[in-house]
């Protein structure tokens, strides 16, 4: 169980006062690994930045085979203790441990190669049916206060915390039972301005053995010789350690999606090298200027190919499952002309 601070319980749900501040958002994020069944999933639920009553609604499903199950929504169906765009539901069972994710609407299948090259094409859709439940095993992690202008991209207020998932996924005539697999959820609200933005990594593990879990976010700008953000933390049992981001390799361009990489992280608990060693699904997402999210690469649109990975971490000759996403733009992201 997680004892939280009363600021910290009431970030489980949608922001009630809206700010007048242009660009503007609030997301919610869930990465989700079951690896027993190869079956992957990352969801990425915000307000539209030029309306924050709208809520965006992307979620994506790796299957074996390099098949994608690729949902994307806009609409209002939110209320003060849901986040909803259309169809896809974020609930608070209780907050700071337990939270449920439900989504009963159309879907269309892509291949990754597809995506990859030319980006999401319609396809005729079929239903798609998620519920899982989140439980957070590990303390959550607050990174907020961050400084300068990371803040303007990843949120000034943001949480996180690693879990565990069951439930299921349906898709057509097809049905994946999830059964503690890895997950971890992320709450964010504040500005989101990119025009700089050149890289980052956001990862996440979890280590059943010893009971030990790791998140960190780092980011890099165009223009700067030195990490804008280096963010990291370590838990073991109910206790969280600050860290120190060491080392980290970012990515260098596409040719980098499902290769390993390295992060080293230092803390009371010592000094812990990461290493990324197998991916068990790779999903291709664009993430664009005005901020945005959408299915495989977006061309001639401002934006940065970004891959959610479900991977295998090694460390000290164990192995634990966890979550990569690592992105990437060729130029600064400036936007010549915006509505």
Known sequence: MTTLSGDLVSDDYPIRQLPDTAMWSENFAYSCNNAATGVSMIVLLGRWWADPTIWREVVSIALPGD???????????????????????????RPGQTLKLTYDGPACEQDRATLMRQGFIPAPPRRCQIEVLFEGTTPVWD????????????????????????????????????????????HSRGVRIVDMYRRHCWAQGYFAEDDVSFNVYAMEFYGEDKLAMANATVSKGDRRYPAVLKDIELIRGRADAKQPYRIVLESELGVMTLNKATTHGSIPISFMNPFDFHHGVTPGVPSATMFEEAVTWEWQGRRGLGWSERAFAFDPMYLHEQS
């Open 67 to 93: 098949r994608l199950i690729c949902i994307k929504n806009y609409g209002s169906a939110a209320t003060d203790r849901i986040a909803s765009g259309a169809m896809l539901l974020h609930e608070v069972i």
């Open 143 to 186: 990174m907020s206060g961050h400084a300068g202008k990371t803040s303007e991209l990843t949120g000034s207020r943001h949480v996180e915390q690693v879990g565990k998932g069951s439930g299921h996924i349906a898709f057509g005539n097809e049905r994946w039972e999830i059964k503690d697999a890895f997950m971890n959820r992320d």
